[in-house]
């Protein structure tokens, strides 16, 4: 990330391990507009953060999960492709955060 600080390269953790605040606009900036799945957003962002975290303990996938979904909706843009005749109804409510089919066209929105 280039638009780091001197005082956001030294990030610790607080004591519940939660996200820390010094990187929410970072993690904005990785989350606005992207397409990819809530798993593999965390894992991006914990790529993208982990070296500007200089604590004992780690960012986790939990606890950027938890941020991106207090942040942002991951919304559709596109219905989907209905089923065919031929095929079964999903019984399964669509998941939103998960979900990677690009015929829904999703876009993380804060």
């Known amino acids: 990330m280039d638009g780091l600080t001197v005082d956001e390269k030294s990030v610790e953790l ?3 391990g939660a996200f820390p605040d010094k990187l929410l606009n970072h993690l904005q900036l990785i989350v606005q507009g992207r397409s990819l799945p809530l798993s593999d957003m965390a894992n991006k962002a ?3 953060l982990s070296p500007f975290v ?3 303990r780690p960012l986790t996938i939990e606890s ?5 979904k207090l942040l942002a909706e991951r919304k559709s843009y596109l219905s989907g492709n ?8 999903s019984s399964s409510k669509l998941d939103c955060f998960e979900n990677a089919e690009e015929c829904y066209l999703w876009r993380w929105e804060l």
């Open 64 to 68: 950027i999960s938890a941020k991106i």
């Open 46 to 48: 914990l790529v993208e």
């Open 82 to 89: 209905p089923p065919s005749p031929s095929e079964k109804p």
């Open 14 to 16: 607080a004591e519940d």
């Open 54 to 56: 200089t604590d004992d």
